[in-house]
């Protein structure tokens, strides 16, 4: 099957650190990676769109200073939280759009999350 | 305005019978449609999906029903096993380009022993 990796799985920092958080998929080319973001008993509330060598798309209300997206290859985006605070403290999941043909083709598969904890 | 629906936030099923949770969506250009099962502090995990030309698909234990019509769909569960317990995710999308999911808040499944 797909698999997804987040790297780190759980990170602690102090207020005003930036943090990076890697999203990679190991088996197949994702032609989109996604970022969503999790509330606690709440669904997954989509952060932005990444495309492999150009700008994320971000969606209304979220800080695109703040929230910076890089998506260098086809399997690797990255998520990096710049001048983290309390209320960024919040489980980030990504995404992998499956590129190619074949019967899964299109389908989005998660990463693992990583939770983030700004003191 | 939220385009997918999943009204019943929790559902407790008993250990080897059907668990079906439901689906609503308003948006008529979706054509593709996943489910997803997700345990607490975990990212979700991809079970099934169908394409807006079948109205059937089946996956071992687990079968999708779309029906277009009344824009809704339900996920089965046969039978339901304690593991099986989790929040599970309904989400659409449009088969075209990059367009990301649209997610449903989620009814968590309690099957009981």
């Known amino acids: 099957g797909a698999v997804v990796s987040q790297h780190p799985s759980w990170v602690i920092c102090k207020s005003g650190t930036s943090v990076k958080i890697e999203c990679r998929s190991l088996?197949?080319?994702?032609?989109?990676m996604f970022w969503y973001r999790q509330f606690p008993k709440q669904s997954l509330m989509l952060m932005a769109t990444?495309?492999?060598?150009?700008?994320?798309?971000?969606e209304q209300g979220v800080e695109k200073d703040k929230f910076l997206i890089n998506h260098a290859s086809l399997t690797l985006s990255t998520l990096t939280v710049t001048s983290a605070h309390p209320e960024d403290s919040s489980f980030y999941i990504c995404?992998?759009?499956?590129?190619?043909?074949?019967?899964?083709?299109?389908?989005?598969?998660f990463g693992p999350g990583t939770r983030l904890t700004v003191l | 305005d939220q385009q997918v629906k999943q009204n019943s936030p929790s559902l407790s099923v008993q250990e080897g019978r059907i668990s079906i949770l439901n689906c609503d969506y308003t948006?008529?250009?979706?054509?593709?449609f996943l489910w997803y099962k997700k345990y607490p502090a975990e990212g979700p995990t991809f079970l099934i999906s169908?394409?807006?030309?079948?109205d059937k698909n089946e996956d071992g234990r687990f079968t999708v029903f779309l029906n277009k019509s009344a824009k809704h769909l339900s996920l089965h569960i046969v039978p339901s096993q304690p593991g099986d317990s989790a929040v599970y995710f309904c989400?659409?999308?449009?088969?075209?380009?990059?367009?990301?999911?649209?997610f449903g808040k989620g009814t968590r499944l309690s099957v009981i022993a």
């Open positions: 995404s992998a759009r499956r590129g190619g043909g074949g019967p899964h083709a299109d389908t989005q598969y």
């Open positions: 088996d197949f080319q994702a032609t989109t």
């Open positions: 990444s495309n492999e060598g150009s700008k994320a798309t971000y």
């Open positions: 948006n008529s250009m979706f054509d593709y």
């Open positions: 169908i394409s807006s030309i079948k």
């Open positions: 989400a659409a999308t449009t088969n075209s380009g990059n367009t990301p999911l649209v």
